[in-house]
């Protein structure tokens, strides 16, 4: 068998005893070192992180259940392995209750303590990997993941924050594209519920006889090719997270079934007379107005109002243009990284486009115009003739069509005036109406901001009542 080394500490009052173990186990490759009471054990496992502890039971001054109590909350992450001269099933089985990796009985055999080494060592390893795996998914899923300065997506990350770690039903606002599921996965992610499974279901994508099935279940025989049981998606986020994405497309009488299962937490497999009990947390997602959908009898009045307890609302990418270049700096980095390609950044002009498009398809078109751009990229920055040509075509279009409609004596000058207008209002309420920040992101200063809005009749009064 393939060996793993390790820190080691061997506890053991007799001297000749605890030299002898250090020994062998140097021998093995080890780094070994020797302690001859519990406090002198308990003070350099303070100084130094042990892979391993083996640690006698009867000390001089106290036993080596005290030194694993300790250990337990002051070094949790090393293995304890405790040793006995008078070994009982009950004194081994109350060392593992209370957290020992293993209980040998003296004397000790080289090979039985060898394997029990192994076994620790391949334990951490395996404890390592799994917090290794743990910090991935929070580097993909977690809040850092949504990537935004605008003061609509502050206010969202900190709703998520609040919301994530209770039980409550989240309903997501947004139109397609905006990174609903996305903001669903941050908060199980940061939820209590992290380790347990985050269950994602596109409603609008399967029949209304289909759907039932794949979230409540159904029983051999529901239902013509039913031919055995099969646990739906409640059932498989029990104790996690279920995200229901497109929930408007749900018909009357799923409703009724959903509204029972957010209030009694409790329903049947289809076909089945068996009642399962579930610990589910609900998300849920659409880019429909349920008001407006409750209003033409739609959609079930009761159930809106179950599930709107909170209700987080994603801005469209139009609505937040100040975030567009983090946003392609940060898809950027990653098609970067999975391409290979020596892609350094955007153009002016490029940069210039992306902040006048209008994005009907939000950050998920904006994530597939970035990867284009790399793939087609001949440069190391990536430029107008990267982009798709409704990009490329979107701006002269704008303008052409400024011009068009001008009047016999009219300047280009005047002509301009409306797609620059429109672009300053459109900064203004991505920031807020702050004209600070506005400024900044147009890289102009504040009072040519000020003159500008005065010169085009900006005021946010006026855009209220206009709006």
């Given at each position: 068998?393939?060996?793993?080394?390790?820190?080691?500490?061997?506890?053991?009052?007799?001297?000749?005893?605890?030299?002898?173990?250090?020994?062998?186990?140097?021998?093995?490759?080890?780094?070994?070192?020797?302690?001859?009471?519990?406090?002198?054990?308990?003070?350099?496992?303070?100084?130094?992180?042990?892979?391993?502890?083996?640690?006698?039971?009867?000390?001089?001054?106290?036993?080596?259940?005290?030194?694993?109590?300790?250990?337990?909350?002051?070094?949790?992450?090393?293995?304890?392995?405790?040793?006995?001269?008078?070994?009982?099933?009950?004194?081994a089985v109350d060392a593992?209750?209370?957290?020992?990796?293993?209980?040998?009985?003296?004397?000790?055999?080289?090979?039985?303590?060898?394997?029990?080494?192994?076994?620790?060592?391949?334990?951490?390893?395996?404890?390592?990997?799994?917090?290794?795996?743990?910090?991935?998914?929070?580097?993909?899923?977690?809040?850092?993941?949504?990537?935004?300065?605008?003061?609509?997506?502050?206010?969202?990350?900190?709703?998520?924050?609040?919301?994530?770690?209770?039980?409550?039903?989240?309903?997501?606002?947004?139109?397609?594209?905006?990174?609903k599921t996305l903001t669903?996965?941050?908060?199980?992610?940061?939820?209590?519920?992290?380790?347990?499974?985050?269950?994602?279901?596109?409603?609008?994508?399967?029949?209304?006889?289909?759907?039932?099935?794949?979230?409540?279940?159904?029983?051999?025989?529901?239902?013509?090719?039913?031919?055995?049981?099969?646990?739906?998606?409640?059932?498989?986020?029990?104790?996690?997270?279920?995200?229901?994405?497109?929930?408007?497309?749900?018909?009357?009488?799923?409703?009724?079934?959903?509204?029972?299962?957010?209030?009694?937490?409790?329903?049947?497999?289809?076909?089945?007379?068996?009642?399962?009990?579930?610990?589910?947390?609900?998300?849920?997602?659409?880019?429909?107005?349920?008001?407006?959908?409750?209003?033409?009898?739609?959609?079930?009045?009761?159930?809106?109002?179950?599930?709107?307890?909170?209700?987080?609302?994603?801005?469209?990418?139009?609505?937040?243009?100040?975030?567009?270049?983090?946003?392609?700096?940060?898809?950027?980095?990653?098609?970067?990284?999975?391409?290979?390609?020596?892609?350094?950044?955007?153009?002016?002009?490029?940069?210039?486009?992306?902040?006048?498009?209008?994005?009907?398809?939000?950050?998920?078109?904006?994530?597939?115009?970035?990867?284009?751009?790399?793939?087609?990229?001949?440069?190391?920055?990536?430029?107008?003739?990267?982009?798709?040509?409704?990009?490329?075509?979107?701006?002269?279009?704008?303008?052409?069509?400024?011009?068009?409609?001008?009047?016999?004596?009219?300047?280009?000058?005047?002509?301009?005036?409306?797609?620059?207008?429109?672009?300053?209002?459109?900064?203004?309420?991505?920031?807020?109406?702050?004209?600070?920040?506005?400024?900044?992101?147009?890289?102009?200063?504040?009072?040519?901001?000020?003159?500008?809005?005065?010169?085009?009749?900006?005021?946010?009064?006026?855009?209220?009542?206009?709006?």
């Amino acid at each position: 068998m393939s060996m793993t080394q390790g820190s080691l500490l061997v506890v053991d009052d007799d001297r000749q005893l605890a030299e002898s173990m250090a020994d062998y186990l140097r021998s093995l490759g080890h780094r070994t070192e020797t302690s001859f009471t519990a406090r002198d054990a308990m003070a350099r496992m303070k100084e130094y992180r042990f892979d391993i502890v083996i640690c006698d039971v009867n000390l001089p001054d106290e036993d080596g259940f005290a030194v694993l109590e300790w250990a337990n909350k002051a070094v949790p992450d090393t293995e304890i392995i405790l040793l006995t001269g008078y070994g009982t099933i009950e004194s081994a089985v109350d060392a593992i209750r209370l957290g020992a990796f293993d209980y040998l009985t003296k004397p000790v055999i080289d090979e039985e303590l060898n394997f029990s080494i192994q076994r620790a060592l391949g334990k951490r390893e395996i404890v390592a990997e799994n917090r290794q795996l743990k910090q991935q998914l929070n580097d993909r899923f977690g809040l850092a993941n949504i990537v935004g300065h605008d003061y609509r997506m502050l206010k969202m990350y900190d709703i998520i924050e609040s919301v994530a770690d209770t039980r409550t039903t989240v309903l997501v606002l947004g139109e397609s594209g905006t990174g609903k599921t996305l903001t669903a996965r941050a908060i199980h992610q940061l939820s209590n519920r992290r380790d347990k499974p985050f269950v994602e279901v596109a409603c609008g994508a399967l029949p209304d006889t289909l759907l039932e099935s794949e979230l409540f279940g159904h029983v051999a025989g529901a239902f013509t090719g039913a031919s055995h049981d099969r646990a739906g998606k409640f059932l498989q986020a029990n104790g996690g997270t279920l995200f229901l994405d497109e929930i408007a497309t749900a018909s009357p009488s799923l409703q009724v079934k959903l509204l029972r299962v957010l209030q009694d937490r409790e329903f049947e497999a289809v076909g089945g007379n068996k009642t399962h009990k579930v610990d589910v947390r609900l998300i849920l997602a659409t880019n429909v107005d349920l008001e407006e959908a409750v209003a033409k009898g739609e959609f079930r009045q009761d159930l809106y109002y179950r599930i709107n307890v909170v209700t987080l609302t994603q801005p469209s990418l139009r609505e937040r243009i100040s975030d567009i270049p983090l946003l392609a700096e940060h898809y950027l980095k990653e098609f970067v990284s999975q391409t290979g390609k020596n892609v350094t950044g955007f153009s002016e002009q490029v940069l210039s486009a992306m902040a006048r498009y209008r994005w009907p398809g939000n950050v998920r078109e904006l994530v597939n115009v970035v990867e284009r751009a790399v793939v087609l990229c001949k440069g190391t920055v990536i430029g107008l003739q990267d982009l798709p040509e409704n990009m490329r075509r979107d701006e002269p279009a704008a303008l052409l069509g400024a011009v068009t409609n001008v009047s016999a004596g009219s300047s280009l000058k005047t002509a301009l005036a409306s797609p620059e207008k429109q672009l300053i209002i459109d900064a203004l309420e991505s920031h807020g109406w702050n004209r600070q920040l506005t400024a900044e992101a147009l890289g102009i200063n504040r009072t040519t901001l000020y003159k500008k809005m005065k010169k085009f009749g900006i005021s946010f009064e006026r855009h209220l009542m206009m709006s």
